[in-house]
Antibody
Framework: QVQLVQSGAEVKKPGASVKVSCKAS????????INWVRQATGQGLEWMGW????????GYAQKFQGRVTMTRNTSISTAYMELSSLRSEDTAVYYC????????????WGQGTLVTVSS | DIQMTQSPSSLSASVGDRVTITCRAS??????LNWYHQKPGKAPKLLIY???SLQSGVPSRFSGSGSGTDFTLTISSLQPEDFATYYC??????????FGQGTKLEIK
């Protein structure tokens, strides 16, 4: 079945970078974008950006521009989201998701990766 | 950017109740509106896409309506497994998606 499996939890110090992976299976990886969404504890969903695995083209929410980089390795059907200059406010669960259809609904989602930023 | 506003932010209801959640967009988004629910510790799950289309496998007690700026999600008869947080998402703004702030549905 179509599935997105993310890497495990991370603990980082302020100022460091984190790189989260999202491995796709059950479909042709290069045929669909991958989006990233984050959720701070007890908060709502915040869209971060998208990447086209075929071309490598990306688009980021203005809030994250300059700090986020989305890449991929097509040989292993894996997308990556790297966030730099981490601060405590970046502590959150990070999800990858595949957009589908003419209204780009997200299905499926990865299981989420908790990133904790603490000194 | 397009802002999405859900109401109410929280809601208490009983099993068997009919519940309606509203989502309003800051500008017209046609029917580029999707609904998800999320249970604690889990990823969001798609319920409704394109404002009113039921995702495969989702019970028919869920329904969506609306177009332009005003949308609703209705649960016709609440079941115990429906207590969760619900989010709307606009996808009209090309590749600049935004979510509503969420509606937490709790047991009365």
């Amino acid at each position: 079945q179509v599935q997105l499996v993310q890497s495990g939890a991370e603990v980082k110090k302020p100022g460091a970078s984190v790189k989260v992976s999202c491995k796709a299976s059950g479909y042709t990886f290069t045929s669909y974008d991958i989006n990233w969404v984050r959720q701070a504890t007890g908060q709502g969903l915040e869209w971060m950006g998208w990447m086209n695995p075929n071309s490598g083209n990306t688009g980021y929410a203005q809030k994250f521009q300059g700090r986020v980089t989305m890449t991929r390795n097509t040989s292993i059907s894996t997308a990556y989201m790297e966030l730099s200059s981490l601060r405590s406010e970046d502590t959150a669960v990070y999800y990858c998701a595949r957009p589908l259809g003419w209204t780009n609904w997200f299905d499926p989602w990865g299981q989420g990766t908790l990133v904790t930023v603490s000194s | 950017d397009i802002q999405m506003t859900q109401s109410p932010s929280s809601l208490s209801a009983s099993v068997g109740d009919r519940v309606t959640i509203t989502c309003r967009a800051s500008q017209s988004i046609s029917t580029y509106l999707n609904w998800y629910h999320q249970k604690p510790g889990k990823a969001p799950k798609l319920l409704i896409y394109a404002a009113s289309s039921l995702q495969s496998g989702v019970p028919s007690r869920f329904s969506g309506s609306g177009s332009g700026t005003d949308f609703t999600l209705t649960i016709s008869s609440l079941q115990p497994e429906d207590f969760a947080t619900y989010y709307c998402q606009q996808s009209y703004s090309t590749l600049k998606y935004t979510f509503g702030q969420g509606t937490k549905l709790e047991i009365k």
